[in-house]
Nanobody, 123 residues
Framework: VQLQASGGGLVQAGGSLRLSCAAS????????MGWFRQAPGKEREFVAT????????YYADSVKGRFTISRDNAKNTVYLQMNNLKPEDTAVYYC?????????????????WGQGTLVTVSS
């Protein structure tokens, strides 16, 4: 299984970015997907998750109302639309594919991870 994340970059506070993660190597629609992030000196934290069908989503409180996770099963791709970005959103963002069909917030539920894409939000 391979996951290729893209879309990171430098943006000013209040701006938007859209991350993409293309998956290959397993039947994409059978598994939940998630986005996590890791800021310098901090542990990796959960951001958002989506079920295999896309019918269920769940967000960390810190991004709720600003970020939207979605997926296109025909393209084997999951997205993270990030609006109203804040400096505290600065981190390396990782996509991951879960071993479950349903949504999941724990890193232990995810068995494959992408390489990460850096998001930097300037104040």
């Amino acid at each position: 299984v391979q996951l290729q994340a893209s879309g990171g970059g430098l943006v000013q506070a209040g701006g938007s970015l859209r991350l993409s993660c293309a998956a290959s190597g397993r039947t994409f629609s059978r598994y939940g997907m998630g986005w996590f992030r890791q800021a310098p000196g901090k542990e990796r934290e959960f951001v958002a998750t989506i079920s295999g069908s896309g019918g269920s989503t769940y967000y960390a409180d810190s991004v709720k109302g600003r970020f939207t996770i979605s997926r296109d099963n025909a393209k084997n791709t999951v997205y993270l639309q990030m609006n109203n970005l804040k400096p505290e959103d600065t981190a390396v963002y990782y996509c991951a594919t879960s071993s479950l069909y349903a949504i999941a917030t724990m890193t232990s539920s995810y068995d494959y991870w992408g390489q990460g894409t850096l998001v930097t939000v300037s104040s």
